[in-house]
């Protein structure tokens, strides 16, 4: 049986139970998805977490997770961890997040 590896918490997007659907919002984040990022932001427990789940789960959208904390404020750490989060996912990055030879002056 072929192993594989533990995904990161930060990484996993949260299992929802017995959420009730916000649909005024998830409309409103239906308007937004034709942009790249959707950034969502309210104060600590104000359902921010369940709300984007929530979102994904009900319209079946494929996408990553990457939840952000202290250890993310080194942009190199940042990036790691949203790569990450890319591999997993099966998605391929974006020619910008391509890792390239830049010679040095």
Request: aromatic share 6%.
């Amino acid at each position: 049986m072929p192993r594989t590896r533990p995904r990161l918490a930060k990484l996993t997007r949260p299992r929802l139970r017995g959420v009730i659907p916000r649909e005024r919002l998830f409309a409103a984040m239906d308007a937004a998805r034709e942009r790249s990022v959707v950034w969502v932001v309210g104060p600590p427990g104000a359902g921010k977490t369940t709300l984007v789940a929530g979102n994904l789960h009900a319209r079946a959208v494929p996408g990553i997770w990457h939840q952000t904390d202290a250890g993310d404020a080194d942009v190199a750490t940042f990036f790691h961890y949203l790569r990450q989060a890319l591999h997993a996912s099966g998605a391929r990055p974006p020619h910008a997040a391509r890792p390239r030879c830049v010679p040095s002056a």
